[in-house]
């Protein structure tokens, strides 16, 4: 009785694994999708490839970190490598050639504009 109340349970979680993974891809292959779409490249054999996993501690727990390796062209006739990395199911970073990640970008962007707490004197500005 108690093996096979084991048995089960281990069927469960291993059902939870497979249905979590199989999330974790379909994120990724719609964000190496958006990714090649937003820089203009094609987004080649619809699909993402696990190249490696493992464990993350962060400040709300232990998480599941993943990434997918996926092929792209810029002009169509040569494959390139991106990567897509999954913290959980929440995108971590999206490398493109020659470009790194959404959240480089953002930070980018955020560096440029002066902060809402900062004045700019007109003094300051290099012209």
């Known amino acids: 009785m108690l093996s096979t109340l084991f048995g089960i349970l281990a069927l469960c979680a291993l059902g939870l694994a497979w249905y979590s993974g199989a999330r974790a891809r379909e994120s990724a292959i719609a964000i190496g999708r958006s990714a090649c779409e937003q820089e203009g490249y094609q987004f080649l054999d619809d699909s993402v490839a696990l190249q490696r996993f493992g464990l993350r501690w962060t400040p709300s727990g232990v998480r599941l970190r993943r ?61």
């Open 67 to 127: 990434m997918y390796r996926f092929e792209y062209s810029v002009e169509g006739t040569l494959r390139e490598t991106g990567y897509v990395l999954l913290l959980g199911r929440e995108l971590e970073s999206v490398h493109i050639r020659n470009r790194t990640t959404f959240e480089q970008r953002q930070e980018a962007e955020a560096e440029e504009r002066p902060s809402a707490k900062v004045i700019p004197f007109p003094g300051n500005r290099r012209r």
